[in-house]
């Protein structure tokens, strides 16, 4: 099998993958076609059904695993498969794992890790919630260790969020002890939940997609009222205390256009923020060098929105 990832302009192929999504649309002269999101365990794919109508076309739906043969090319900077073939392919045929994009790091080892956060806190409050949160709630924690942290621009796969928050919780510990001006259990609280409500603005795989309450609120305003919602267990929960923690939830974006309702008033948000920024960006280069194994040092890789930039990789 040759994954999304070793895929190159030019080629011709015919291999199996799984739809993820696939929708009807119009050209310009009015012509009818059908856009398609391929996927693979590497990433994922735009493909094309340029003429829905013509022989060798079968008939499948999002979720169907299929034999498509077609030709890549290179759209926008972006590979894209024109296909000219489709066929469906029996469930039984096939092996998930190839098709179901996942950390390559051991999650059971990550949550682990993690949890450690939770035994170091002095704080009993902030000790508290994060024990009923990632501890106590065995569902939560379930899903949160296997979730995807995006749709596609970083850590879009199987144990992605939990390599997301494990990755910027040590960076904000590093923090700590860089710049001792910072709360430490405030800010690594803040880490640990700062993307909790992707466990639902976010489907499961194979869909990875958003909710409905997912587009309606999104992860940030959803986790802060998780949040609420433990911190409401907890007898005398300081409001101050509270406030901070919901604060640094709010503002992990760092700016309103990013999202965030709030930008970092306190130096714990700031932190989060530049954590956060840190690896989704630096994730986001590794993804992309992992896309383009055969490129040259010297080779452009193409423009990237996240980025706002052309990138390549640096030269021996």
């Known amino acids: 099998m040759k994954f999304i ?5 030019g080629e011709r192929i015919q291999e199996v993958y799984l739809c993820k999504q696939k929708t009807t649309a119009m050209t310009k002269t009015g012509k009818e076609y059908e856009n398609v999101i391929l996927q693979d365990k590497t990433g994922s794919l735009d493909a094309k059904i ?4 013509s022989m060798g076309i079968d008939d499948f739906d999002a979720l169907d695993y299929v034999e498509v043969g077609g030709d890549v090319t290179l ?24 098709y179901l994009p996942c950390t390559d790091k051991d999650m059971d080892e990550m949550m682990a890790e993690l949890l450690k956060f939770i035994v170091s806190m002095e704080n009993p409050y902030f000790k508290q919630l994060l024990t009923k949160l990632f501890v106590e709630n065995k569902e939560f ?6 979730h995807s942290a995006a749709k596609s621009v ?24 860089q710049y001792p001006v910072l709360n430490h259990d ?42 609420s919602d433990v911190i409401k267990t907890i007898p005398n929960f300081p409001r101050k205390m509270a406030n901070e923690l919901k604060h640094c939830i709010l503002a ?59 990138v390549r990789k640096t030269s021996k």
């Not at 990832?5 to 302009?9: C, P, Q, S």
């Not at 924690?141 to 296997?146: L, M």
Request: proline share 3%; hydrophobic share 40%.
């Open 252 to 310: 992990h974006h760092g700016e309103l256009e990013y999202g965030s309702p709030k930008k970092p008033a306190l130096i714990e948000a700031l932190a989060l923020n530049f954590a956060d920024n840190t690896d989704a960006k630096l994730e986001t280069m590794t993804e992309i060098f992992n896309s383009n194994i055969t490129a040259t040092d010297e080779q452009w890789l193409g423009y990237n929105r996240l980025l706002e930039s052309n």
């Open 75 to 98: 759209f926008n900077g972006q590979l894209q498969l024109s296909i000219k073939r489709v066929r469906k392919i029996a469930e039984s045929d096939i092996n998930p794992a190839d």
């Open 154 to 177: 970083h850590h879009g796969f199987i144990g992605g969020l939990l390599e997301h928050t494990l990755s910027v919780t040590n960076l904000c510990e590093f923090y700590t002890k």
């Open 50 to 53: 340029w003429d829905p109508g």
């Open 5 to 9: 990832e070793a895929l190159r302009e």
């Open 141 to 146: 924690a379930e899903a949160f260790k296997k």
């Open 186 to 227: 405030l800010l690594i609280t803040a880490a640990m939940c700062h993307d909790i409500g992707k466990v639902y603005e976010l489907s499961d795989f194979p869909m990875n997609d958003y909710t409905d309450a997912g587009q309606l609120l999104g992860h940030i305003v959803m986790g802060s009222e998780m949040v």
